[in-house]
């Protein structure tokens, strides 16, 4: 028999080893997140899934499920701070929309039109970030990247490549290739591999497909984020040690 905890005023069963995500969306509630996925260890990078629990912020995808939590997120005060978030990460990187063959399929967009971000909020950084071409199959936008980790515990804990990795710290961290030159020719990244799959935004791109799918067939042009990560669900099970 499940223990339950109370979320936005609901009860929510949960099973030994689930974190509040976790419990959550298997129970049918969406918590708006980004780097979180069911098929790693969360890290809570985004902070997107922020809650309160028991009146203290914490991370929902990091957070232990207990019996008798009682647990905040759809309430105005954490809303806000999701879409300053999500404005901060459009604004760090360069992010435009109409022209990214992404649109359509990329959460960081769906995010922004389900939390109802209006304007920019923030003055663009617009850094200066290269792409890398020189793969047969794939090219890499850095432009877009928004630190998630996706695809470096992808490529590490599922294709046993560890192609991915991130240096410096504070601003100036972004994502990098591992391999001689830096540049992904020279790795043995396919197309059948988890890391190209994970990539919340455009950054990971199979070359010569771009612009495929029509506008009204994308994946959120039929549903919002917050209806397509049910749909996804479930995603039980404990965490990963």
Excluded: W
């Excluded at 759809?74 to 978030?85: A, K």
């Excluded at 003055?123 to 199959?137: A, G, I, K, S």
């Amino acid at each position: 028999m499940s223990d339950t905890f109370q979320l936005d005023g609901k009860s929510v069963p949960f099973e030994a080893g689930q974190t509040v995500m976790q419990a959550a969306l298997a129970a049918g509630h969406y918590i708006p997140h980004l780097c979180y996925h069911p098929e790693f260890k969360p890290h809570g990078s985004c902070k997107l899934c922020t809650v309160k629990v028991n009146g203290r912020t914490m991370a929902s995808c990091t957070m232990p499920a207990e019996a008798n939590l009682s647990v905040e997120s759809d309430i105005d005060e954490l809303n806000d701070l999701r879409r300053t978030l999500v404005q901060m990460l459009f604004a760090e990187g360069n992010h435009f929309c109409p022209s990214c063959e992404k649109s359509g399929n990329c959460v960081l967009q769906a995010l922004g039109y389900d939390l109802e971000v209006h304007t920019a909020g923030f003055r663009h950084m617009f850094p200066e970030r290269p792409l890398d071409f020189t793969h047969p199959d794939i090219l890499l936008d850095f432009n877009r990247c928004i630190l998630c980790e996706l695809c470096v515990h992808a490529s590490a804990e599922v294709d046993g490549k560890h192609i991915f990795a991130f240096s410096g710290r504070g601003i100036d961290k972004h994502l990098i290739i591992n391999s001689t030159s830096g540049q992904l020719k020279d790795t043995d990244m396919a197309l059948t591999d988890k890391a190209m799959q994970v990539c919340p935004v455009g950054v990971i791109l199979k070359k010569r497909v771009g612009f495929s799918v029509p506008i009204g067939q994308r994946r959120y042009d039929k549903s919002p984020i917050s209806a397509q990560a049910l749909v996804d669900a479930p995603r039980t099970g404990a965490v990963h040690e």
